[in-house]
């Protein structure tokens, strides 16, 4: 299965996450290659990043577009073009329409920094502060139609301490956020999940 595949990452910052799939692709743990970085931001270092590793990649800038449909067919044209078949969103900040997601149905992950179905959103840490929940953690699961609704892949859990800040928990996070995203990609282009409803099971 995965000598055919190839990812496409969509990014919108950093690209920390985007960083652990090029060490991972590069050590043989993913057996995919990246074909195409794409963000919705010039000048972020997830370009830079990808540049660094030699994978072709762009900005397809949302403001520059008249509107959230055409930002996704010029998004859908670049996958496509690079020959995508597994979507990988890593710190992609927008949320994706049936549109986007009817493109690649089935072929879409994400990864969230909560325990879903618990604090999904664009503010998780400051959600799970403000609630006063004692652990949180990541999840990656797969895009469905809804926000942060889709199956559950793989999480890992991360205690809450009394004095944490937004950026010592998300910085804990991070830490489980790099180790199990690969994770999921690989058990994914080793064809070893099976959806079943909302069940995703991994397959030995």
């Given amino acids: 299965m995965a000598d055919k595949e190839k990812i496409g990452v969509l990014c919108s910052g950093r690209g920390t996450n985007l960083q652990s799939i090029i060490a991972a692709v590069e050590s043989g743990q993913i057996p995919a290659p990246i074909g195409v970085v794409l963000t919705d931001k010039p000048d972020v270092m997830a370009l830079e990043r990808a540049e660094k590793a030699g994978i072709p990649n762009f900005c397809v800038n949302r403001k520059e577009c008249s509107d959230k449909q055409e930002f996704e067919e010029k998004l859908v044209e670049k996958l496509r073009e690079h020959g995508v078949t597994l979507v990988v969103l890593a710190g992609f900040m927008r949320i994706l329409s049936p549109y986007f997601v009817?493109?690649?149905?089935?072929?879409?992950?994400?990864?969230?920094?909560?325990?879903?179905?618990?604090?999904?959103?664009?503010?998780?840490?400051?959600?799970v502060l403000e609630y006063g929940v004692k652990v949180s953690g990541v999840t990656v699961h797969f895009v469905d139609?809804?926000?942060?609704?889709?199956?559950?892949?793989?999480?890992?859990?991360?205690?809450?301490?009394?004095?944490?800040?937004?950026?010592?928990?998300?910085?804990?996070?991070?830490?489980?956020?790099?180790?199990?995203?690969?994770?999921?990609i690989e058990l994914?282009?080793?064809?070893?999940?099976?959806?079943?409803?909302r069940m995703v099971r991994i397959l030995k």
């Fill in 102 to 127: 009817r493109a690649f149905k089935g072929r879409i992950l994400n990864i969230h920094p909560a325990l879903l179905p618990s604090f999904p959103g664009a503010h998780a840490h400051r959600d």
């Fill in 145 to 184: 139609e809804g926000m942060d609704s889709g199956p559950i892949i793989l999480q890992a859990a991360v205690p809450v301490e009394d004095d944490d800040t937004e950026d010592t928990l998300a910085a804990r996070v991070l830490v489980e956020e790099h180790k199990i995203y690969p994770r999921a």
């Fill in 188 to 197: 994914y282009l080793k064809n070893k999940l099976k959806v079943e409803g």
